[in-house]
Nanobody, 115 residues
Framework: QVQLVESGGGLVQAGGSLRLSCVASGSIFSINGMGWYRQAPGEQRELVAGVTRSGTANYADTVKGRFTISGDNAKTTVYLQMSSLKPEDTAVYYC?????????WGQGTQVTVSS
């Protein structure tokens, strides 16, 4: 089992920045990948940024150049640095770990960007 706890969400004006953190505990081994997803009201959950076991990062086109995913080598923490935020970035952001054949999710943290 992997437990994930996010923090760092909040209310920010357009153009501002936030950094989300996700702390993982439990069976932190054989992790295939880590990432951040988001879900806006009435929308499906979508991948924002992910990083593979080898350290390769990938981003949704809508956040490329504005968001950066990072983490520690022990895979106990993953961050999402968000800059130049836009109102359309407003959503609940979820941390995700993939381990063997299972997906693990945090409880989510709300990010609200005002115009």
């Amino acid at each position: 089992q992997v437990q994930l706890v996010e923090s760092g969400g909040g209310l920010v004006q357009a153009g501002g920045s936030l950094r989300l953190s996700c702390v993982a505990s439990g069976s932190i081994f054989s992790i295939n990948g880590m990432g951040w997803y988001r879900q806006a009201p009435g929308e499906q959950r979508e991948l924002v940024a992910g990083v593979t076991r080898s350290g390769t990062a990938n981003y949704a086109d809508t956040v490329k150049g504005r968001f950066t995913i990072s983490g520690d080598n022990a895979k106990t923490t993953v961050y999402l640095q968000m800059s130049s935020l836009k109102p359309e970035d407003t959503a609940v952001y979820y941390c995700h770990y993939s381990r063997r054949n299972y997906d693990y999710w945090g409880q989510g943290t709300q990010v609200t960007v005002s115009s």
